[in-house]
């Protein structure tokens, strides 16, 4: 093959995956600004008084753009939630993923947990939540599922890092309860907590999860225990 067929062909591919390429950080964009748009929008009117047409003129363009992204409300709001939750998950995530569990790891994982849960817009979407889901309980459905859900799973493999699974899972359920309540109080007040109220907090958790001065000692132990167990 002669050297300028093959030298057209080369350009032409680079040139495809250019093309390709800023698509996808146009439909990335766009998805972004609708998921942005749609945040508040159920925010500021609720979930039944947010319209997909009126998502579609803040958003400007044709209405077929936002359809293309999402092809009901119902999975837009999905969308804005897993939004959400990724946002805290990344947030948390130098703790979250640590390889072995640790009580300064667990207080720094709490405080900034509880702080990220306080902000105006997690409060705000769990008014919206708590207010809408009595007549459209998918509403209810979908946060528990991408919200509650996937934090609790998150917050069990953490404690799991240090304890047998029984253990860990008592653990995580308690500081679940502990840490919702505490958030509950906040909505409630309609006012946001300060930093030494979450940290009078956390540590007074800390102090009645009760976990024993030589917990790394009996992890440990079970460990070896564990490794024995394997080489026979």
Not at 14 to 19: E, I, N, T
Not at 120 to 140: D, M, N, Q
Not at 217 to 232: F, K, P, W, Y
Request: charged share 25%.
């Amino acid at each position: 093959m002669p050297v300028a067929s093959v030298n057209i062909k080369v350009y032409q591919s680079v040139s495809m995956d250019k093309c390709t390429s800023k698509r996808e950080e146009n439909r990335a964009r766009r998805r972004a600004a609708i998921l942005s748009i749609a945040h508040q929008g159920f925010l500021d009117n609720g979930y039944a008084a947010t319209s997909m047409s009126a998502i579609a003129d803040k958003l400007g363009g044709s209405k077929t753009t936002l359809w293309s992204h999402f092809s009901s409300k119902e999975e837009l709001f999905n969308a804005v939630v897993e939004d959400l939750v990724a946002k805290l998950e990344n947030d948390l995530r130098d703790v979250l993923d640590v390889d072995r569990f640790s009580v300064e790891a667990l207080r720094r994982l709490l405080i900034r947990l509880c702080a990220r849960l306080m902000t105006p817009s997690a409060i705000g979407l769990t008014r919206l939540v708590i207010g809408e889901a009595g007549r459209f309980p998918e509403v209810g459905e979908v946060f528990f599922r991408n919200g509650i859900t996937t934090l609790r799973a998150r917050l069990l493999r953490f404690f799991e890092g240090g304890f047998p699974p029984a253990r860990a899972g008592v653990l995580m359920e308690l500081t679940m309860c502990a840490v919702q309540g505490f958030r509950f109080s906040s909505i409630v007040r309609g006012q946001a907590l300060t930093n030494s109220e979450i940290e009078t907090f956390v540590d007074c958790l800390l102090e009645n999860l009760r976990i024993p001065a030589d917990w790394a000692d009996r992890a440990a132990a079970a460990d070896s225990v564990s490794d024995n167990d394997a080489d026979d």
